[in-house]
């Protein structure tokens, strides 16, 4: 895995207060964050910044999280980003929509930090262990 200071997270949520604490407690873990308010900027930062992992809030205005990731996964330029969909609703169906749109999973935000951190680790590992043997495939 990369050291977590090369590692770029999008969380896109358009709840300040979620994304201050989030940004707060990954950067204390050594990750670099980027922010949205909205999808349609998060996806616009997602195509610009390319970033390794994205925290994406279901509930969004002017263009739901459902709808960001089918078209993160339509782009080939950022389709390989996992995307993790954070909410405040924790609905089976919703988390089915997630899985259907290519996230890799569903969290609810109040899920305790030391656990969302894991998963978000655990992703990242998964992530970097692909690429590696993608990498060591195309060498041969």
């Not at 988390?95 to 996230?103: S, T």
Request: aromatic letters at 4%.
């Amino acid at each position: 895995m990369k050291d977590t200071h090369s590692i770029h997270i999008l969380i896109i949520d358009d709840d300040p207060t979620y994304l201050k604490m989030m940004r707060s407690r990954l950067e204390k873990v050594g990750y670099q964050i980027l922010t949205a308010p909205d999808g349609l900027m998060g996806l616009n930062l997602a195509r610009k910044e390319k970033p390794d992992l994205i925290l994406l809030d279901l509930m969004l205005p002017g263009m739901d999280g459902h709808k960001v990731c089918r078209l993160i996964k339509f782009d080939q330029h950022i389709q390989h980003i996992p995307v993790l969909m954070v909410t405040s609703r924790d609905l089976d169906e919703d988390a089915d929509m997630a899985k259907k749109c290519g996230a890799v999973g569903f969290i609810v935000k109040t899920t305790r930090f030391e656990v969302t951190l894991d998963i978000i680790k655990r992703l990242l590992d998964r992530t970097t262990n692909k690429t590696n043997e993608l990498s060591s495939s195309n060498k041969s």
